[in-house]
């Protein structure tokens, strides 16, 4: 006679969430095949919790006060599993996974709280329509915005050098100014003015000018002086391709190449972008290989 179950059998525990796969349109690879196998899950737990937090601040039709409100809660989510903490019911497939990756990795929950302080930004200066009066104050928008992810993939690879932290925060700045000036007609209407002020007063412009979307030989140079001030940057952080090794390596060759082969259409547009999006395209993926093996 076979015996009877225990009355009270060990729970099962439950399966970790599976990150949240890229569903955004991107101009980079995100934890692609190229990533090592190893750190694919951990890059990609990483990206869900910034594309979440980007878009709780961004999409659908929250009030800003709504927004902030859930930015904290996510907040304090993050602390409380980076303290150990089971996640909560609300984002248990942004949280589970960043907590395993947290654990394993420990990751530096600085760089992770300065990306939600650039969404808080973002939301606050959506709300008011309040421009950057000049590249020093973008600069720093991008040092929370953007540089935390460079320094965390960095982090796992187990790069830490101040060189190689610099020249990935210069990819990483150059990426986001890269999307600004590719959004320039998305953002435009909806208020969100990341040309610096100095910039456009420097070129007789105002941003009711810009609003208006009507091409002038002004507006073409100011694109232009923007497109190429991100290309510096990039041009500046690209040797880091040479630091990391095998497939990191490459997979970031192909984000630079992919960064400039967007500022390549810029330029093709000339001013053009203020009415219309350059996108990469899926024929331009020759042209990014032929030129991240040349690096």
Same mark, same amino acid.
């Given at each position: 006679m076979?015996?009877d179950? %225990? +009355?009270?059998?060990?729970?099962v525990p439950?399966k970790?969430?599976?990150?949240?796969?890229?569903?955004?349109?991107?101009n980079?690879?995100?934890a %692609?095949?190229?990533?090592p196998?190893? *750190?694919?899950?951990?890059?990609?737990?990483?990206?869900a919790?910034?594309?979440t937090?980007?878009?709780i601040?961004d999409?659908?039709?929250?009030a800003p %006060?709504q927004?902030?409100e859930? *930015?904290?809660?996510?907040?304090?989510?993050l602390?409380a599993?980076?303290?150990?903490?089971a996640?909560?019911?609300?984002?248990?497939?942004?949280?589970?996974?960043?907590?395993?990756?947290?654990?394993?990795?420990?990751?530096?929950? +600085?760089?992770?709280?300065?990306?939600?302080?650039?969404f808080?930004q973002d939301?606050?200066?959506?709300?008011?329509a309040?421009?950057?009066?000049?590249?020093?104050?973008?600069?720093?928008?991008?040092?929370? %915005?953007?540089?935390p992810?460079?320094?965390l993939?960095?982090?796992l690879?187990?790069v830490?050098?101040?060189?190689?932290l610099?020249q990935?925060d210069a990819?990483?700045t150059?990426l986001?100014?890269?999307?600004f000036?590719?959004?320039?007609?998305v953002d435009?209407?909806?208020?969100?003015?990341?040309?610096?002020?100095?910039?456009?007063?420097?070129l007789g412009?105002?941003a009711e000018?810009?609003?208006?979307?009507?091409?002038t030989?002004a507006?073409?140079r100011l694109?232009?002086e923007l497109?190429?001030w991100?290309?510096?940057?990039m041009?500046?952080?690209?040797?880091?391709?040479?630091?990391l090794?095998g497939?990191?390596?490459?997979?970031?060759?192909?984000?630079?190449?992919?960064?400039?082969?967007v500022?390549d259409k810029i330029?093709?547009?000339?001013?053009?972008?203020?009415?219309?999006?350059?996108?990469?395209?899926?024929?331009?993926? +020759?042209?990014?290989?032929?030129?991240a093996?040349?690096?």
């Amino acid at each position: 006679m076979p015996l009877d179950p %225990s +009355p009270n059998p060990a729970p099962v525990p439950p399966k970790p969430a599976a990150p949240l796969p890229v569903t955004h349109y991107e101009n980079f690879p995100v934890a %692609s095949w190229l990533c090592p196998p190893a *750190l694919r899950a951990p890059i990609a737990a990483i990206y869900a919790f910034a594309r979440t937090a980007d878009d709780i601040a961004d999409e659908g039709d929250a009030a800003p %006060s709504q927004r902030l409100e859930d *930015l904290d809660g996510f907040e304090t989510e993050l602390r409380a599993v980076a303290s150990g903490v089971a996640p909560g019911a609300r984002w248990p497939e942004v949280f589970a996974p960043l907590a395993a990756t947290i654990k394993s990795h420990a990751l530096p929950l +600085p760089l992770l709280t300065d990306l939600l302080s650039a969404f808080r930004q973002d939301v606050e200066r959506t709300q008011s329509a309040e421009p950057y009066a000049d590249r020093a104050e973008l600069l720093d928008y991008c040092r929370r %915005s953007a540089n935390p992810v460079g320094r965390l993939l960095l982090h796992l690879y187990g790069v830490n050098d101040p060189q190689a932290l610099a020249q990935s925060d210069a990819i990483c700045t150059a990426l986001q100014l890269i999307n600004f000036w590719q959004d320039l007609s998305v953002d435009l209407p909806r208020q969100r003015w990341y040309v610096p002020q100095t910039d456009a007063t420097a070129l007789g412009l105002r941003a009711e000018d810009l609003l208006a979307q009507p091409r002038t030989p002004a507006s073409d140079r100011l694109v232009a002086e923007l497109a190429g001030w991100a290309r510096r940057c990039m041009d500046e952080g690209a040797p880091l391709v040479h630091r990391l090794p095998g497939r990191a390596g490459w997979e970031l060759r192909l984000v630079v190449q992919g960064g400039l082969r967007v500022l390549d259409k810029i330029d093709a547009l000339h001013g053009a972008c203020l009415s219309q999006r350059p996108r990469i395209r899926a024929w331009d993926a +020759p042209l990014l290989l032929v030129r991240a093996m040349a690096m």
